[in-house]
Nanobody, 123 residues
């Protein structure tokens, strides 16, 4: 199995932006739907956005219009551009070969979810 690896998290003020990256260590993620998820302290995991193998995208209502998911097949990377960040976006973000948004369901077994990258939105 191939391990997914996230990067790009950090501390940002409300209204600010961050871009998260998800790459595959020792393999490729271009053949799978990739989803971004988040889990805040004491809360359930939430699906944030997914991008299908062909490029179709799906979003949670809570991030529509603020987050954009994309993939670069050459760089073997999936990005999550997060704009207009709010304190309630604070969470551990991770990527995984899973999706259950907008009627698109995918559950991959070839890739292992990443360990996560922390995002803190605070003034």
């Amino acid at each position: 199995q191939v391990q997914l690896v996230e990067s790009g998290g950090g501390l940002v003020q409300p209204g600010g932006s961050l871009r998260l990256s998800c790459t595959a260590s020792g393999g490729t993620l271009t053949e799978d739907t990739i989803g971004w998820f988040r889990q805040a302290s004491g809360k359930a995991r939430e699906g944030v956005a997914c991008v299908a193998r062909g490029g179709d995208t799906y979003y949670a209502d809570s991030v529509k219009g603020r987050f954009i998911i994309s993939r670069d097949y050459v760089k073997n990377t999936v990005y999550l551009q997060m704009d207009s960040l709010k304190p309630e976006d604070t969470a551990e973000y991770y990527c995984a070969p899973n999706c259950n948004l907008g009627g698109h369901y995918y559950s991959g077994t070839r890739l292992l979810r990443g360990r996560g990258t922390p995002v803190t939105v605070s003034s």
